[in-house]
């Protein structure tokens, strides 16, 4: 009888073991997949922002606005992929170079699934 129980016991921590394992194998190749993105070409970014007279300006939530004066119609871009968010800095430039006032949401881990709602608080 005790054989019995001594043996549940060690089928329970081994599988407590082997659950705590994988979830930080998970934990992990989440920090790993997360931190492995496409980075914004600085050169790329002052360079486009040299030549232009768009005003660049901060939110609280590290989102970038785009604005010139004149400006009439809105755009709000939610960048993700795993692309770092000031890449497109040039796109938001170019975009209000045209008449349109941006706003670069700046995602969580450079995924917009994991911030979807960011709009409402922008």
Not at 78 to 104: D, N, R, S
């Amino acid at each position: 009888m005790k054989k019995t129980i001594k043996k549940k016991k060690q089928k329970l921590l081994i599988t407590l073991a082997s659950f705590i394992g994988v979830i930080a194998v998970l934990f992990a190749g989440f920090g790993i997949y997360v931190n492995d993105y496409y980075r914004a070409d600085k050169k790329a970014i002052t360079d486009y922002h040299l030549s232009t007279s768009v005003t660049e300006s901060t939110l609280d939530d590290g989102s970038l606005v785009y604005t010139k004066d004149g400006n009439k119609n809105g755009l709000i871009f939610y960048p993700g992929g795993k692309v770092e968010y000031t890449a497109y800095k040039p796109l938001m430039l170019a975009c209000a170079e045209k008449g349109f006032t941006c706003i670069l949401i700046q995602m969580p881990f450079n995924l917009a699934v994991f911030d979807k709602n960011e709009i409402g608080r922008a």
